[in-house]
């Protein structure tokens, strides 16, 4: 039975990732949307598909247009802010009690 509790993503908007596995392997952009029902994000530059629009009201000639799809959340990692390269998250207290994110090598907080 599915639950209401929400789960928690490593993965948030504005956030820099690596893909780390799939036809984008390697890349890395910005997230710009999470879906946390579907836990897919769309990131800048990856996953780019073609789509065929039709001639509507709207616009008038319709075209071929490229655009980010949804990427599942499990193939990509945060980049270290440090070094740049792929890195688990940790959750720690900061100075003033407050929960923040900071990657696992370098220790760094995320912002």
Do not use: C, F
Not at 39 to 68: F, L, M, R
Not at 84 to 108: H, L
Request: hydrophobic content about 30%.
């Amino acid at each position: 039975m599915a639950s209401n509790k929400q789960t928690k993503l490593h993965v948030r908007t504005g956030d820099n990732v690596i893909v780390i596995s799939g036809d984008d392997k390697r890349k890395s952009g910005k997230v710009l949307s999470v879906d946390k029902e579907n836990q897919k994000a769309i990131v800048e530059g990856i996953n780019i598909v073609t789509k065929h629009n039709k001639p509507t009201a709207n616009v008038p000639n319709g075209g071929i247009v490229k655009k980010e799809a949804p990427i599942h959340i499990s193939k990509l990692m945060i980049a270290d802010p440090k070094t740049g390269k792929a890195t688990r998250i940790g959750r720690k207290e900061d100075k003033n009690g407050k929960m923040v994110r900071y990657a696992k090598q370098s220790g760094e907080v995320i912002k």
